[in-house]
């Protein structure tokens, strides 16, 4: 064999070993490259997660909040209502009468006896309230109601 050939031989033979190593290089980079990603996404989804679990604890603080200043509105809207209704009613005590407010021998108008009672009824008074409050019988302050309704 000439030594030309022998020289190219081994030369051959050393390309081929420095590609096979270059590949091993390559092989070994790409599974640390795949392993470093998948932890990288991992660290990324770790941290994903607990940015919504900071989410979700806000959204609980602002919806307990909310919850809080809605049922207080409720609290004073019905204030709000318990006194507009107690001021409208403007009915006599319990132990006052329709006598009391006009006198024993007052002829009350009957259109205004009428309107008294139904403005005690419109304000949730019931019949037996109503006959005593107006000095009247059931059954009058009965018919009175029949006969608007």
């Known amino acids: 064999m000439n030594p ?3 020289l190219f031989a081994i030369l051959g033979i050393a390309i081929i ?3 096979a190593f270059i590949v091993y290089l390559l092989y070994v980079n790409s599974r640390n490259a795949g392993k470093e990603s998948i932890a990288e996404k991992e ?3 770790i941290d994903l997660y607990l940015s919504l679990e900071q989410m979700m604890k806000e959204i609980e603080i602002y919806t307990e909040k909310a919850k ?3 049922n207080s509105d409720i609290e004073r809207i ?3 209502h318990l006194g507009i209704s107690e001021q ?3 009915v006599p005590e319990s132990n006052q009468s329709a006598k009391s407010l006009y006198g024993k021998g007052t002829d009350v108008d009957y259109a205004e006896k009428c309107r008294m009672v139904r403005h005690y009824h419109k304000n949730s008074r019931s019949v037996p309230e ?3 409050i ?4 059931q059954g009058e302050v009965r018919l009175i109601l029949d006969l608007k309704n």
Do not use: F, P, Q, Y
């Not at 107006?134 to 019988?137: E, K, S």
């Open 130 to 132: 109503i006959a005593r």
């Open 88 to 90: 409208s009613r403007d």
């Open 17 to 19: 070993g420095v590609m």
């Open 78 to 80: 019905k204030n709000l």
């Open 68 to 70: 809080s200043e809605i």
């Open 43 to 45: 660290n990324e989804l």
């Open 4 to 6: 030309l050939m022998i």
């Open 134 to 137: 107006m000095d009247m019988g």
